[in-house]
């Protein structure tokens, strides 16, 4: 496989903090189900992993990222995935590798954490900086990345809540792209109203697209197909029938 990592020149946006107490507080004292809405549960959540295990997700246009989007975001944000994995006893969470967010040394106006394969090719530890670097702080880079962009493992949670982009300071995690491309960009809804005040996030993720292209994607798209190929490979041994 061949690692490209690219130099081009932090509040996080929404509540996701209370919104995990809320789900945290439901998951730990789940009500019983009956087996109409188990049923209805494991076919959401068969049909959706069924669909991104077979999709080729190194190929997919837009229209196809967006599915996609609408995808993840019933099992990862509304939270499907977790709740059937827990209705089969399965315990825990699933593990995910992912490409850690590049590190700044100084002035960088963007940064992505990226890891989407495309054209036999990964694209991850974007960065663009508003200074031209010195000789020595470009030495530094290449020669802490000469095996490749740093990567990390997490549970599916803290995976799902981690830092994928900074836009001229703002945070964006996964949870946050899978949800753009899902309610604003038309995988679930077509929305293009932003609240100057609390929709800073998605501001960003729009100058992004603007900004940045990675292969031959916008960086957005990019970013959802490394998160769709990243839960794809952490899912890839689990038996869920």
């Not at 998951?27 to 087996?35: A, C, Q, T, V």
């Not at 295990?53 to 975001?73: F, I, K, T, V």
Request: charged residues 25%; positive net charge.
């Amino acid at each position: 496989m061949q690692y490209i990592s690219r130099l081009l020149a932090i509040p996080t946006f929404g509540n996701n903090d209370s919104l995990l107490m809320r789900q945290t507080a439901i998951m730990s004292h789940p009500r019983k189900r009956s087996p109409k809405e188990l049923s209805d549960l494991s076919d959401s959540v068969i049909g959706d992993v069924t669909w991104i295990r077979n999709a080729d997700l190194a190929r997919l246009d837009e229209a196809g990222l967006r599915e996609l989007s609408a995808r993840l975001r019933r099992l990862l944000v509304d939270g499907t995935f977790l709740r059937y994995r827990r209705s089969i006893g399965i315990k825990g969470e699933s593990r995910v590798t992912y490409f850690a967010l590049p590190q700044d040394v100084g002035g960088g106006t963007f940064m992505q954490a990226g890891g989407a394969t495309r054209g036999g090719a990964t694209v991850a530890g974007i960065r663009r900086f508003n200074r031209s670097l010195t000789p020595k702080e470009i030495e530094e880079m290449f020669q802490k990345q000469s095996s490749g962009p740093e990567q990390k493992t997490a549970v599916l949670s803290n995976w799902l809540s981690s830092t994928c982009l900074i836009v001229n300071g703002v945070s964006v995690s996964r949870r946050d792209v899978v949800k753009y491309v899902a309610n604003k960009l038309g995988g679930v809804h077509v929305d293009p109203s932003r609240n100057s005040k609390g929709d800073q996030g998605y501001i960003a993720l729009d100058e992004a697209r603007n900004g940045v292209r990675v292969l031959d994607l916008d960086s957005v798209y990019a970013e959802l197909t490394a998160i769709g190929q990243q839960f794809a490979k952490a899912i890839e041994s689990e038996s869920l029938v």
